[in-house]
């Protein structure tokens, strides 16, 4: 059996019998007004993050979840949608298609502005979109990229590119480890499928989305997730897994290179009115501005005893200027 069919039988068990325990999302529930989330979703929630971030979500956008889970995200994507078909959520596994549609049946008696038609359910495959070219705002996952090794994921996030208009947003969320993954974890089948072996260091993971195109990454929140520990697996020290949330953006590639925001900021304390880096940033006396990895390297470069780059937060939400 596959690594992949594995992972089919094991989200099938989940679908027909809820397991709380099957992931661990670390990212506080959205509390909007009028939205009410049935428990039996919250449950299902076989998640390690959020995808849903109301600044991605203006102007009716046309909006994909692959991986539909219990239906949660497809649920709080669809009360910023609220029109027919305006979310269309992809699953590989028929019983969790079939929960999630129960569910909204659910989801409708709790949320009198919610209707199970704003949310098309379809069979399809992530290395295999049912979805048109060029079709969709927002695309997102939540904790399903890992489970891929590297070539589906390849695969994956092409076929996520492939489906986004242009300047379209595809927001993740997965596992990731800096630490050497045992070869044995990443090769036992089932501990993919439960999202605990198949995580990649954060900057390999960065650098398979912008391989495929994406000019423009967001690191908007990076959080403890799990530890693997000798008592319970076969390793030889703690190894320690953090969820990170990122926003791609399909922008066209700058000819130096993608821009990724890991949360760096710079401070201009000189005693002009301003600085120009005269590319297109322009720092202002004691004013912080969100810039990208790159510009921050650049600015670095110049040896400036009046500029000051902060280290990475990876938690960026928008701002600043590349």
């Not at 549609?101 to 409708?108: G, M, S, T």
């Not at 938690?315 to 590349?322: E, K, L, R, S, T």
Request: charge should be negative.
């Amino acid at each position: 059996m596959s690594y992949l069919e594995t992972t089919k039988n094991v989200y099938k068990k989940a679908a027909e019998t809820p397991d709380v325990g099957l992931c661990c999302t670390t990212t506080p529930i959205w509390q909007l007004p009028g939205l009410d989330i049935p428990e039996i979703m919250q449950d299902m929630n076989y998640g390690c993050g959020s995808t849903v971030h109301p600044r991605d979500l203006v102007d009716n956008p046309k909006i994909l979840y692959v991986g539909v889970g219990g239906g949660m995200e497809l649920l709080q994507f669809a009360y910023f949608s609220r029109q027919e078909s305006g979310v269309i959520g992809v699953d590989v596994v028929p019983e969790m298609i079939e929960a999630s549609r129960n569910n909204f049946k659910i989801a409708e008696e709790l949320n009198p502005w919610f209707k199970s038609n704003f949310v098309d359910l379809r069979m399809g495959d992530a290395l295999n979109l049912p979805i048109e070219d060029e079709s969709i705002d927002v695309a997102a996952q939540n904790c399903l990229f890992n489970i891929f090794k590297k070539e589906e994921l390849k695969q994956a996030l092409k076929e996520m590119y492939r489906v986004l208009k242009p300047h379209g947003r595809l927001v993740l969320s997965d596992p990731t480890c800096e630490q050497a993954m045992p070869q044995h974890l990443r090769e036992n089948e089932e501990l993919r499928a439960l999202c605990i072996s198949g995580s990649l260091p954060l900057w390999d993971y960065i650098n398979m989305i912008t391989e495929v195109g994406f000019g423009t990454v967001e690191v908007r929140a990076k959080r403890p997730y799990r530890i693997l520990s000798p008592n319970k697996y076969n390793v030889e020290e703690l190894i320690f897994i953090e969820s990170v949330e990122v926003c791609a953006i399909k922008d066209p590639m700058p000819a130096d290179g993608p821009c990724v925001f890991t949360g760096k900021s710079a401070i201009y304390y000189g005693n002009e009115d301003y600085f120009d880096d005269k590319k297109g940033h322009t720092l202002l006396p004691n004013q912080p501005l969100a810039v990208c990895d790159k510009t921050a390297g650049a600015l670095a470069n110049l040896e400036r005893n009046d500029i000051f780059i902060s280290e990475s937060t990876y938690f960026y939400d928008g701002g600043g200027c590349c």
